[in-house]
């Protein structure tokens, strides 16, 4: 299973870094990432080339490297073809957040809260499949998003509240304080894990489980 985890491998063009169907002999068809492929059922080779969310640093070293990377996330927020409204998009906002700029997590998770959901029988950007399209607003206005679901991970976002509290099973309380947050301050400044500096944009299970406080002080 670990091995065929790899297969995405075989499906990035590595003459545009984008997912891309191939033909029988092997040769990719070099197909244009900005628009519906017949090899792809719902979405665009664009959406598709991110749904590795087992492997974000293999994906970005067959990308050529993270400067490459970022440029590529950068084209799809800036052309608008970030479609929150089919799921295997949904970790793709927190991709920065295995890069050198987690600002802009910060910024694209903020920006689809606001203008994809609504308080309004259609506010949902698309349809809620097993409740997905709900939990990420969830996770996301908490401040943290499990990007590879299965894992103990969970990538820091941009936490809404100035306050909330997850009460866990075991007793113990999981809280998350934002100092400050309001529509216009989304960044965060600074972040401490049980008073001490937090050196990554990463919160384990256990961090939560074991219950604690996650303290951001957000900024414009």
Not at 58 to 67: D, I, N
Not at 98 to 119: C, F, G, L
Not at 167 to 184: C, K, Q, V, W, Y
Request: glycine share 10%; proline share 5%; charged share 20%.
């Amino acid at each position: 299973l670990f091995d065929r985890s790899q297969n995405y491998r075989n499906v990035i063009n590595p003459a545009t870094g984008w997912a891309d169907g191939r033909n029988d002999d092997g040769s990719f068809l070099n197909s244009d990432p900005w628009s519906f492929q017949k090899f792809i059922c719902e979405g665009q080779p664009c959406h598709y080339t991110w749904y590795v969310p087992h492997d974000i640093n293999g994906l970005m070293e067959l990308m050529g490297g993270e400067e490459t990377f970022v440029a590529k996330l950068d084209s799809l927020f800036e052309t608008g073809h970030y479609w929150h409204g089919n799921e295997p998009s949904h970790q793709i906002c927190y991709l920065y957040d295995y890069t050198s700029q987690p600002e802009k997590t910060q910024k694209h998770v903020r920006e689809t809260m606001k203008t994809q959901y609504a308080a309004s029988h259609d506010g949902l950007a698309g349809n809620d499949d097993a409740g997905q399209m709900s939990a990420w607003y969830i996770f996301s206005a908490l401040g943290f998003y499990p990007v590879c679901p299965g894992t103990p991970e969970y990538a820091i976002g941009s936490p809404v509240f100035n306050k909330a509290v997850i009460h866990l099973p075991s007793g113990r309380d999981f809280t998350i304080i934002a100092d400050n947050a309001s529509a216009e301050n989304i960044y965060i400044k600074q972040v401490t894990l049980n008073g001490k500096p937090l050196d990554r944009m990463f919160i384990s299970h256990d961090d939560i489980a074991n219950g604690g406080t996650l303290h951001c002080v957000m900024g414009k």
